[in-house]
C-alpha cells in the first residue's frame, strides 16, 4: 500500500511539472496526454527507486533532470538543444512552487522526508497550485512559441546564451536536495531557483522577439 500512495503522488507530480512545461512553451498538450501519462508513471517509478530503494535522496535532482531530457527528446521528438532548454526552464519553475512551500514548512518547524505524509501534502499541495497555473497559461495565451523541429541549431548570440543559462539552471537544480535535505537550507534554495529561473526567462524571452523578428521577415528557416 505504502508503494501505490507513493507512486499516485509521485505519479501527479511528474504530471504536473510536465504539462506545466508544455505550457510554458506552447506545445500540443491533448495529442501527446497518453504519452505524457505514460512518462510520469514511468518518472514515478524511477523516483520511488531512486528515494526508496537505492536511498539516493540527496542526488535525485541530479539524476531526475537528466532522465526527464531524455523523454522529451527521445519520446516527444524535441531536438536536443531545446529539450534541454525546455525541460529545465519547466523544472525550475516547479521546483520554485515547491521550494515556496517548503520554506513555509520549515518556517513552522515540520520536517518532511521522502515517502512521509507531509512530503505527500506538499506534493498535493504544489501538483494542484502548478494544474492552476498551467490551465492559466493555456487560458492567457501566453508562452514562448520558438521551438523548432528538424533544424539545426547554431550556438551563437542568444542560443549561446541559452545553453550557457540551462547548464547554470542544471546545476541549480541538481543542487536542490542537496542544499535542502542534506545541509538544510530552504531559503538558499529559493534564491537560487529564483534567480536561476529569472536569468532563464530573460535570454529565453529575448529568444521569443528574435524569432518573432525573423517570422515576419519571412526568415525564420534559419536558427539563428
Do not use: C
Amino acid at each position: 500500500m505504502d508503494v501505490i500512495i507513493f507512486l499516485f503522488f509521485s505519479m501527479l507530480e511528474w504530471f504536473a511539472l510536465i504539462l506545466l512545461t508544455f505550457a510554458l512553451f506552447r506545445l500540443e498538450i491533448r495529442d501527446h496526454i497518453g504519452q505524457l501519462l505514460f512518462a510520469s508513471f514511468l518518472l514515478s517509478l524511477f523516483s520511488f527507486m531512486l528515494f526508496i530503494v537505492l536511498e539516493l535522496t540527496l542526488f535525485a535532482t541530479l539524476i531526475q533532470p537528466i532522465v526527464v531530457f531524455l523523454f522529451f527528446w527521445l519520446l516527444f521528438k524535441i531536438p536536443v538543444f531545446y529539450a534541454g532548454l525546455i525541460v529545465v526552464n519547466g523544472y525550475l519553475a516547479y521546483l520554485l512552487v515547491t521550494s515556496i512551500i517548503y520554506l513555509g514548512i520549515d518556517y513552522i518547524g515540520v520536517e518532511s522526508y521522502p515517502g512521509t505524509p507531509i512530503t505527500y501534502l506538499i506534493q498535493f499541495i504544489a501538483g494542484i497550485l502548478v494544474f492552476i497555473l498551467t490551465w492559466s497559461i493555456q487560458k492567457l495565451r501566453i508562452g514562448y512559441s520558438f521551438v523548432q523541429y528538424g533544424k539545426s541549431t547554431i550556438f551563437q548570440g542568444v542560443n549561446r546564451k541559452l545553453l550557457q543559462l540551462t547548464i547554470l539552471g542544471y546545476v541549480a537544480l541538481a543542487s536542490n536536495n542537496m542544499l535542502y535535505f542534506g545541509a538544510h537550507k530552504p531559503l538558499i534554495v529559493l534564491f537560487s531557483m529564483t534567480i536561476s529561473f529569472a536569468l532563464l526567462q530573460y535570454w529565453t524571452l529575448k529568444k521569443e522577439h528574435e524569432a518573432a523578428f525573423w517570422r515576419r521577415n519571412k526568415k525564420y528557416n534559419i536558427d539563428a
